[in-house]
């Protein structure tokens, strides 16, 4: 197998987990919209939508590795940490306090 397969077996993969992660959490934000008493009619969401959503995510999430290896690089180091996740999250600074007093919890 080579190398490029096993990229897209892995993007397959990933795609995959995306799409089921995705689709219950749109079904069970559609389910509590259309139980909210103000909602007048139904809200449905086309299939086309949640895959267009899932595409939305996936380039994220590989936008978001690829700065982060590069972030660990520029460092000089192999591994990547919170401070790279940090850096990554500057230009939103509510986000940012948010990942950082999640990392200080974990860390006590």
Not at 59 to 84: A, K, M, P, W, Y
Request: with cysteine.
């Amino acid at each position: 197998m080579s190398r490029q397969q096993n990229k897209e077996e892995i993007a397959i993969q990933l795609k995959s987990t995306i799409y089921l992660n995705v689709s219950k959490i749109v079904e069970e934000k559609i389910n509590q919209l259309n139980n909210d008493a103000t909602t007048k009619s139904p809200i449905i969401v086309s299939p086309t939508f949640t895959a267009q959503l899932v595409e939305l995510v996936y380039n994220q999430l590989v936008s978001l590795g690829e700065d982060l290896e590069l972030f660990c690089q520029h460092s000089n180091r192999t591994t990547i940490n919170t401070s790279d996740l940090l850096l990554f999250t500057r230009r939103n600074p509510v986000l940012q306090q948010y990942l950082s007093d999640c990392a200080n919890n974990i860390n006590k």
